[in-house]
């Protein structure tokens, strides 16, 4: 924090400085915490539990069928292919435990997604769940990976259920298209089979890599952020102690809906919560909102992360209001920017803040969040986390001062290696040790950070610069507003215009009403000049809405 003397403002309880060298790999953090926590619960899905000790001998035999049946060697590239379940934390531990690095996979990638990717990483095994082995089928022989390992939703909640579970998805629901795999392993054999031998403890060192995490592939093909075990560890350090004020070891209980192969789950609920032994809540499909509703009306949960549209949605549904939120001590949210509609309404239901966090997958993520002592500032994602320096540059690279506009930039251990077999898309985002973001945002006075929006999807209206979040944040503010998209189309009179997207939360809410409604917040140039009404927006996994899916739909429309 050195170099900035006016971020004058930061919590009393949160240090300046962590020990990010406390461990020297995340198998390190988890060694500690199976033999501290014991048989406490780690993770609950579905109804069924798994202790510490019971993640560590399952991890320990996927582990030990790696080594000793696969004779994989330490930096073998292990594809994780799954939504939330036990079997994604067994995977992924038992992986990094036999000395190998976890490539996490969106399980809704399609056929040529998952080609690129394992060609890109160079994979050698392919764990997936057998929902999404149809699309696995069609590539097979086009990628690296020498194994594949399959599992079923039901795998690991035990006996009966497991079966009826795996009956049901399969025959009843026919979620699992009909495919080919013939040398696929199933999960429940590499457990059995590891099980008869023991694994090797690997040394790892810290600068080695625990991570590809692929980014979403906004502009161009998506690349793999190479992150180390420093990397992991230093951002887990960050965030528990940003958190440790608020939360005491073995008593809490986290709700995880974003996905675990999500670098925001992946790091915040996964890691920073398993240091601490808390109860992991997983939820295999969040978009089930009643069904997730009742799942929570089953625990007296204490944590909750999650993107906005997943808040919004919640606080749509009357069981959610119902809820007793007695317990409830920190909600976050990150991966896109939280509306002040419902952020205001997050807390006039549960009576907690919603404190908004600012990542990337390039930071591992968590660089900036807000204070959780009741100090945070609405419309910011905060102040730099321990040992974080961040700072705003201008299309030259030059440093502008507090309250100026630029690009923001971030300087900590959480920072990724680089890409992954790319060395000039790595040095065309680093300053020295500054990662550039692509995002515009401000640092006020007190050192809290605004992001005003990603620079390549600023709308430039007759010279003059608008924001899609800020018109965004504007049109979630109507009442009859669910969800809405802002972009920017050529226009021959004023190099673009504004265009809005809008999910309606009743359906007679007119674009006549929407523009009114913006005409009271708004001067006239970030007005849209247009308002579509749509049944849903294109979102990411995570639910972060696509703002190019829109444009690209918007410019077929118009074809």
């Known amino acids: 924090m050195q170099d900035y003397p006016w971020l004058k403002f930061y919590p009393s309880s949160v240090p300046k400085e962590v020990d990010v060298n406390a461990y020297s790999s995340v198998v390190d953090l988890f060694e ?54 036990l079997q994604y934390p067994v995977a992924m531990f038992g992986s990094l435990r036999a000395g190998m690095v976890a490539v996490n996979t969106n399980p809704l990638y399609t056929a040529s997604e998952m080609k690129h990717q394992f060609n890109d990483a160079g994979v050698d095994v392919v764990v997936i769940l057998a929902n999404f082995a149809a699309n696995l089928q069609k590539v097979r022989k086009e990628i690296p990976a020498k194994h594949i390992i399959i599992t079923e939703l039901g795998d690991l909640l035990g006996g009966l259920k497991g079966g009826i579970v795996n009956f049901v998805v399969k025959y009843i629901k026919k979620m699992v298209p009909s495919y080919s795999l013939p040398k696929a392993i199933p999960f429940k054999t590499v457990l059995s089979q590891g099980k008869n031998s023991t694994f090797k403890h690997v040394e790892m060192k810290p600068g080695q890599a625990a991570f590809l995490q692929y980014t979403g592939g ?29 939360l005491k070891d073995k008593e809490e209980i986290v709700i995880t809906a ?9 790091t915040v609920n996964c890691l920073a919560m398993l240091k601490i032994g808390a109860h992991n809540v997983l939820i295999t499909n969040p978009r089930d909102m009643p069904a997730f509703c009742k799942e929570l009306s089953k625990h007296k949960f204490t944590v909750i992360t999650g993107v906005n549209t997943l808040f919004n949605g919640l606080l749509n549904q009357e069981a959610f209001r119902n809820l ?62 321990p040992n974080t320096n961040v700072k705003i540059i201008d299309d030259l690279g030059n440093d502008l001062p507090a309250g100026e506009r630029g690009e923001l930039c971030i300087k900590g251990p959480q920072v990724m290696k680089g890409y992954w077999n790319r060395p000039q898309e790595t040095a065309d985002v680093f300053i020295g040790d500054w990662f550039k973001t692509g995002d515009i945002a401000v640092i006020n006075g007190d050192g809290f950070v605004k992001i005003v929006d990603r620079k390549k999807e600023m709308i430039l209206v007759s010279g003059f610069n608008v924001y899609p979040n800020e018109v965004e944040d504007v049109i979630a503010s109507h009442p009859k507003v669910l969800e809405v998209g802002v972009i920017g189309m050529p226009d021959d009179k004023s190099t673009e215009r504004v265009v809005a997207y809008v999910v309606p939360k009743d359906k007679s809410v007119t674009s006549e009403d929407i523009i009114s409604h913006c005409r009271e917040e708004l001067t006239n140039y970030k007005i849209p000049k247009e308002v579509f009404f749509t049944d849903e927006l294109p979102k990411t996994n995570v639910g972060k809405i696509l703002r190019r899916k829109i444009k690209e739909k918007h410019e077929k429309t118009l074809a």
């Open 324 to 385: 007793d939120f007695d317990s409830l001590k920190i909600a976050v949210g990150g991966g896109m920017a939280v509306q002040k509609a419902t952020s205001d309404n997050w807390r006039k239901v549960t009576g907690t803040p919603l404190a908004e966090g600012y990542g990337l997958t390039e930071t591992s993520p968590v660089a900036t969040c807000n204070p959780i002592d009741g100090t945070e500032r609405i419309g910011t994602i905060g102040i730099p986390l």
């Open 258 to 266: 974003l996905p675990l192969y999500h670098i925001f789950a992946l």
């Open 32 to 85: 500690e915490s199976v033999k501290k926590y014991g048989k406490a619960i780690a993770y609950e899905c579905m109804g069924k539990t798994m202790t510490f000790e019971e993640l560590d001998r399952l991890s320990g035999d996927f582990a030990a069928y790696l080594q000793n049946e696969l004779k994989l060697q330490p930096g073998s590239r292990v594809a994780i292919q799954m939504p939330n379940c």
């Open 218 to 246: 906004t502009t161009g093909v998506s690349k793999g952020a190479e992150l180390t075990h420093a990397n992991i560890v230093a951002n887990m350090q960050q965030i528990s102690a940003w958190m440790k004020p608020k």
